[in-house]
């Protein structure tokens, strides 16, 4: 890409075959849209509705629920097949839903485009629509206006500003100029360039276009976000590797089974069929919908905490978040301009209060003051709201600014001093103004004071005091001198130090001879009155979180468009940045290369001036080191990197439309602490699905050992597949979505992350999930047993009944024992997770149903029990919770796996 910032508007024009004042003619024109063809981004094949569904139905656990279905059709379970397929059905429409929605990114990036522009051709204007556009065309903008094209600034009216915020996420508008630039520039600094997607907020300019289409910065980002391909999240990985595991199993089981049964004389379809059972038993088939709703359950806290999920699966993600990576503007500060320290008369005054709400006093060495005894504050508060272009308004209970957030703040200020806009205009009446420009940095504006005008000017420090012969000290005026002037740049340092912006005040009373109100004959001889102090500071609930980040383990890493200088200073001020930290511009990261980031990105605790490819870069180097990425951003320089990064987080107050498509998750108050707070719910998801993955995996190894033991034993199948399925999905399955909501854990964000490549079932699990569920197993097989070996006719369906009753009833104990994974029940208490409760007294009332009722007890081939049978089973079923329990209380964890 031409460098076209360091060239003048001559060489631009040359260089571009066009004409300064005439634009290009019909002949150029055609021959640069062969060239480069329309001013439109393009956009990947997007695959269509019917294929995007069938995808849903790709995935590896998806293909086990439908081996599943075949296996029992092939048994005539035609039962289990209808709920098995209405799972799988369930899950694909979820899914499908889920994507279609995210598939809009591109059209919201076009949105940004105008349609139509005004160019100037063969010397003349026209209206044409913006996808006509070529490099070489000369276009006229004006306030409000979005820009069509990339392009170099070659003739603009004074204080001609554009809003390039959707591009480098600071908010201040960019004042332009024509001239070029000496040397190289980051996109933020290019002041005589304009893009396509911002738009001019103040003035009008000629500009040239220099790019169009997929070339311009805009288009560059399309391209990145296209190339970005989508990847599974940890736990989709794991129940992808998870599946073919349980494959194996059954498997190996199947044949197992199978071959026993042939050896112990039964036939070829009896041998079948108990196979056939115990790969039912093997499956657990409700544990996709389980995933699903505790992920979509925990969407809903989320909400309340200010977090919006727009991708299901990102809830578990976030709870491995190992580095967050956020903007500065608007994410850990306020994004509201606040005078926070002035020096007047050479004494210095602090600021109290936050934001616009013009609340606050003016204090030295932090106790109140009287303005009274300070004419010199007064004066410079007194210009600060004189010389200013903005309102302060209140609506909505409110206080916000209308124009430059900046010159807000000393509206502000001056009203903290009950020196209000309105009544200051009424007193002093407006006469003119020499509007700010980048050259001169500084504005002014001429009032009638009494029968005087007087000339109130503020701007950069260095280029006021320059223009200062006078000094206004405890209301006295007298000669400015090179000790003063000394002094006070001195100031003016200290105070950017301390990552704040400064502004200088000063003012003239006019002679009346002087009725040309130029640069020349107003802005000299100025008396100087003071500096203020201007930051946009940290939010106060956003070190409480940066501190909560670092107790879990997680690393903040500050990733911003504005100056190094400031936003180092702000990092130090919320905690994350010490001497052994580091901090790059975006200059300094293009001079490593991506083996390089990778080997310093740990020690990398600030990036500024940087542009989306940095952004991206500075993910990919991260996720490179195996860690899990949350990137924050708002504006469309951010969402390559939201896009690339485990979880993208848009800001839903001032986030673009295209940040949020592109985004796994919006935080609707653009507050940092609301992440953090997404974080620990995203932990409390996973811990909890943990719990009930081993709840649903305990039980399912007591139905495998339940049947391979009678197998094994020789003993007839002591469960049918009808009553494996039933309580995989109906009698585990209201229990498991209870402890989906349990409460969360309040260490939880004491403990590092968890490694992304921790899989869901430990080795210590596994095992743990074996003795558990041959504590289950073995209390349904000895009741299998004994009642098939009393003297009754039908003792084989009634044995299957009490074995089928207590491990369901055994299973709904054992989930009490899954509601912690490291403390006892006894220590917690029964009653900490009333959904719980709830949810177990409906299975066991539907339990009881499957027994007693006539029609139920013909499908699912039971016998009625007496009260003392059931006191029986209950008695037995309850053996696995209190030793589970007892061993928790004797061994710690011995029991339970790591949480």
């Not at 560059?220 to 599946?243: V, Y």
């Not at 309105?422 to 050259?439: N, W």
């Not at 005040?505 to 003071?530: S, W």
Request: hydrophobic share 45%; with cysteine; glycine share 8%.
């Amino acid at each position: 890409m031409e460098h076209w910032w360091q060239q003048d508007k001559d060489t631009v024009a040359k260089a571009l075959n066009s004409h300064l004042d005439k634009g290009l003619t019909t002949q150029q024109l055609l021959e640069q849209h062969q060239k480069y063809g329309p001013n439109e981004l393009q956009q990947g094949k997007s695959e269509p509705a019917w294929k995007l569904f069938l995808s849903q139905f790709t995935g590896f656990m998806v293909w086990v629920l439908l081996g599943a279905a075949v296996i029992s059709a092939f048994s005539r379970e035609w039962a289990d097949v209808g709920i098995i397929l209405a799972i799988v059905l369930l899950n694909g429409i979820l899914g499908f839903v889920q994507e279609f929605r995210a598939e809009k990114s591109l059209n919201a990036l076009k949105q940004l485009a105008s349609p139509m522009s005004k160019v100037i051709r063969n010397g003349r204007h026209h209206v044409v629509p913006s996808a006509e556009l070529v490099p070489g065309d000369l276009i006229e903008l004006e306030a409000g206006d979005n820009i069509p094209a990339d392009g170099r600034v070659v003739w603009l009216t004074s204080h001609c500003a554009v809003q390039e915020a959707s591009l480098t996420g600071e908010s201040t508008a960019v004042s332009k100029s024509v001239a070029p630039l000496q040397r190289d520039a980051a996109l933020a600094d290019r002041v005589n360039m304009v893009y396509m997607g911002t738009s001019v907020s103040n003035g009008r300019a000629r500009v040239l276009v220099t790019a169009t289409g997929m070339d311009t910065e805009l288009g560059r980002i399309a391209e990145m976000m296209d190339s970005i391909e989508e990847e599974m999240t940890p736990l989709q990985k794991k129940l992808e590797h998870f599946g073919k595991v349980i494959v194996t199993v059954c498997l190996v089981l199947v044949a197992m089974v199978f071959a026993l049964g042939m050896y112990h004389g039964e036939t070829f379809k009896e041998s079948l069929i108990i196979a056939v059972s115990l790969a039912v038993a093997a499956i657990p088939e409700g544990l996709p919908a389980v995933v699903t709703i505790a992920l979509a359950l925990g969407v809903q806290r989320m909400v309340k905490r200010h977090a919006l999920i727009r991708k299901l699966p990102s809830v578990e993600t976030l709870g491995c978040t190992t580095v967050i990576c956020s903007d500065k503007t608007g994410t850990l500060t306020r994004n509201e301009m606040t005078v926070q320290s002035l020096y007047t008369g050479h004494q210095w005054f602090q600021v109290t209060g936050t934001g616009y709400q013009p609340e606050g006093q003016f204090q030295q060495h932090d106790q109140p003051i009287q303005l009274d005894a300070h004419p010199d504050l007064v004066r410079t508060l007194h210009i600060g709201v004189l010389c200013n272009g903005a309102q302060l308004m209140y609506d909505k209970g409110q206080y916000q600014i209308m124009g430059d957030p900046t010159e807000g703040c000393l509206l502000t200020a001056g009203a903290k001093a009950a020196l209000l806009k309105k009544d200051l205009d009424t007193a002093y009446p407006f006469v003119d103004e020499i509007a700010f420009d980048s050259e001169r940095k500084k504005m002014t504006v001429i009032r009638q004071d009494g029968h005087q005008r007087v000339a109130y000017c503020k701007g950069a420090p260095d280029q006021l005091i320059r223009d200062c012969s006078h000094i206004q000290c405890d209301g006295v005026v007298r000669l400015l001198t090179d000790q003063d002037r000394e002094t006070l740049l001195g100031v003016n340092n200290e105070l950017a130090d301390q990552a704040m912006r400064v502004l200088g005040a000063a003012y003239r009373p006019l002679d009346d001879t002087i009725t040309d109100y130029t640069v020349e004959h107003v802005e000299k001889n100025l008396i100087f009155a003071g500096l203020f102090g201007v930051m946009d500071p940290p939010r106060e609930e956003v070190k409480v979180a940066i501190a909560q980040c670092q107790r879990a383990g997680i690393r903040p890493v500050m990733i911003t468009g504005d100056h190094k200088n400031t936003a180092v200073a702000i990092a130090r001020q919320l905690g994350f940045f010490d001497d052994s930290s580091l901090a790059l511009s975006g200059d300094e990261l293009d001079t490593l290369s991506d083996e390089q980031l990778k080997e310093t990105v740990s020690k990398i605790a600030v990036y500024a001036r940087v542009t989306p490819a940095h952004k991206l870069r500075v993910v990919r180097a991260w996720r490179a080191l195996g860690q899990v990425i949350a990137m924050t951003g708002d504006g469309v320089n951010d969402a390559p990197a939201v896009k690339e990064a485990d979880i993208g987080v848009a800001m839903g107050i001032t986030g673009t439309d295209v940040t949020k498509e592109v985004s796994d998750m919006v935080i609707t108050d653009d507050n940092y602490a609301s992440i953090v707070a997404a974080v620990e719910e995203g932990r409390g998801v996973y811990d909890n699905i943990r719990k009930f993955v081993h709840y649903l995996l305990s039980c399912n190894t007591g139905e495998i050992l339940l049947m391979f033991a009678a197998s094994l034993f020789g003993m007839p199948a002591p469960l049918l597949a009808i009553h494996i399925l039933w309580v995989n999905l109906v009698t585990d399955g209201l229990p498991a979505l209870a402890l989906g909501v349990e409460k969360i854990d309040a260490n939880l964000m004491n403990r590092p992350p968890r490694p992304p490549a921790e899989p869901v079932v430990t080795k210590r699990g596994g095992l743990l999930m074996i003795a558990q569920g041959l504590l289950m197993a073995t209390c349904a097989l000895i009741t299998f047993y004994v009642v098939l070996n009393s003297n009754r006719e039908d003792n084989l369906a009634r044995a299957r009944t009490f074995a089928f009753v207590t491990l369901a009833c055994s299973q709904l104990f054992h989930s009490f024992n899954c509601r912690s994974l490291s403390q006892s029940l006894f220590k917690i208490g029964p009653l900490g997770n009333p959904q719980l409760i709830i949810a177990t007294s409906i299975s066991f009332l539907v339990q009881v149903a499957v027994v007693h009722v006539p029609l139920l007890r013909g499908w699912f081939k039971t016998e009625a029990l007496s009260l003392q049978d059931w006191a029986i089973i209950l008695a037995i079923a309850s053996i696995p919770l209190w030793a589970v329990e007892i061993g928790k209380l004797i061994k710690g964890r011995f029991l339970i796996p790591d949480p």
